[in-house]
């Protein structure tokens, strides 16, 4: 079991907690509320992933650390793709993360470990379908954001609003 990987992790996912609520700040102030409340989900949805870690921690004898998170870039502007585009960048290098996390479990036979991270829950999908998930909705937004003008992009942030 490698503990050392998994606090690394805990502390990947506060730090796109964090990415995510300053991006909905930022989002905020220059009145894109609905991609705004979209990124402030996302940042419910990262804490929440935190909060699993912490939990399997704990349940193998770990003590979770926190650590300071590196500093957030700041995003301004109005310029929605940015956005989504950071939010991408981020997913895609938390899925490296696990995916890479997950064959060095193979490799070292830790399938205690490899099932938490494959395996879904009551009230969710598990890491690896939730990576997924989360590339393909950020894909789609900017496939959308793409296709339209910026006069279009408020039509965007009302239907990120509903979710």
Not at 22 to 29: I, K, P, T
Not at 41 to 46: I, N, V
Not at 55 to 72: C, H, Q, R
Not at 80 to 108: H, N, V, W
């Amino acid at each position: 079991m490698n503990i050392d990987k998994l606090q690394l992790w805990f502390t990947l996912e506060r730090t796109n907690a964090a990415y995510y609520d300053a991006m909905s700040a930022s989002l905020d102030a220059v009145n894109w509320a609905g991609c705004s409340k979209w990124m402030k989900q996302a940042a419910d949805d990262e804490r929440t992933h935190a909060q699993r870690l912490d939990d399997y921690i704990v349940s193998v004898n770990g003590v979770p650390e926190f650590s300071a998170l590196e500093e957030i870039p700041e995003l301004t502007g109005d310029d929605l793709p940015q956005y989504f585009m950071a939010a991408m960048a981020r997913e895609k290098e938390t899925t490296a993360f696990i995916t890479g996390f997950a064959s060095e479990c193979i490799a070292d036979g830790d399938m205690q470990t490899l099932a938490m991270i494959l395996n879904p829950g009551e009230d969710w999908p598990g890491f690896v379908a939730e990576q997924t998930k989360s590339e393909r909705d950020l894909t789609d937004i900017l496939l959308e954001l793409s296709r339209l003008d910026k006069t279009g992009w408020k039509l965007v942030d009302q239907e990120l609003g509903t979710k």
